[in-house]
């Protein structure tokens, strides 16, 4: 069983498949633009897009038109609980709703239907949201109901923005796949997804209609150009600050687990950053322990990922954590106390073995980690077995395939969910730790890395052990 089946997050496979995302981060203020060369529907069309977020709080734009602060349409996650807000200004008269249901999952795809329908008689029905196949109602905020026949600032000749809102200036941290905007008809989400017959789960399905005159698809297959539209209508986006590293292979119908800023340790959240599509990890509090985890968690199968530290100050501990102890007060694996950890440590030179609360510490238990090099961490749930590599040397004589005798491994006995786990130390001024996560959900094209599990699954710096696999649903559907 994995967290995601916990979360009830949207990831099946099987029937349509999604191949690639686009990772958007706002620290680096990367957005797609483009301005249409006429004005078509203002009153009718439809965006649907599947989204996973990776950093919370603020404001992102999934979708923006904008042509000054008092004419601009605007649809985004608002807030520190992600509600979702679609708002449109002209000549500063605004209308449109702030939904009440929160979206802070950093493990979960969400699917995103918005229905621009000023046509409709019914004044409740002129703008639609389902999010995950479902009709969202409960408002927060009601910014007035559009008139009847009124008439967007979408599908007009001003700047139209997917992960920037531009009146403020901000932008979006993020996952984004299979975009669609379908300019002139309303559509039910039906259109472009579907419940499993089995699980009851929303998974995307191919959309087969028409997009309009300024419609577009984006499916961000092809590196060397991320905006380029798949619709046939040529309506290609400027990508900016985007280039061939931000292509992924995490997407709806293969979610990769990330370093996840909603499930974290105590503390994690004042005093650590998770950026880069969940894949960086900072420490910025001063003389302070602090552990991040990954977005999925696991209680069988045999798992990898890879990490690396890129900053001026080496201490850290890899290992895994107990989900279920997560936010208990331990801030970081084996604290003492804590009870809810083992890992391998690192700190100012030395080594140790930490298992379970600080209760076991080994000294010299391996070499020493030096900055750039490459962490493996192969996590055997089925023997409750852990290794640790260095560049692919397995540290204690560790031999990951060694099943049941688990020889060089650091053996534990939590039969609880774990997730793989990583802590870092700030010293301040200069010396935080800084990790650089990969469980595996980028293109080969964008790491330069070519090794992938069994399965063909991931990318990665090294070849996973045999038996090892990337932590993704789909081999979790056959492995967790």
Partial sequence: MSLLALSGTNSLSGGYEIDNSVKLEADNTEFFSRTPSSNTNRQTFTYSTWVKRTELGGTEALL????DGSNFFLLQFSGSKGRITVYNVDSGIDYGYRYTPAHTDTSAWYHIVLVSD???STAADRYRLYVNGVRVTDITTDYGTPPQNYNNNLNTT???NIGRRQDGNTYMSAYLAETHLVDGTALAPTAFGEFDEDSGIWKPKAYTGSYGTNGFFLDFADA??????????????????ITAADQATDTPTNNFAILSQSMQAYYQDLWSVISEGGTKFR????????TTVSSIGVTKGKWYAEFKITGARPNNMFGIASMEQLDTGSSHLGQSG??????????????FKVQNSGSSTVTGWGSSISQNQTVGIAVDMDNHNLYIAINNTYQNSGDPTSGATGTGAISFDNTETVAIAITGYSLGSGNDTIVEGNFGGFSATSTGFTNTDANGYGTFAYAPPSGYYALCTKNLAEYG
């Fill in 118 to 120: 000023t046509t409709n």
């Fill in 224 to 241: 060397s150009d991320l905006g380029d539209d798949e619709s046939g209508n040529g309506n290609d986006f400027t990508e900016n600050n």
């Fill in 158 to 160: 001003i700047t139209h």
């Fill in 283 to 290: 420490c910025t509090e001063f003389d302070a322990w602090i």
């Fill in 64 to 67: 923006e038109a904008y042509q």
């Fill in 338 to 351: 804590g009870n809810w950890g083992i890992g391998y440590y690192q700190s100012n030179g030395n080594l």
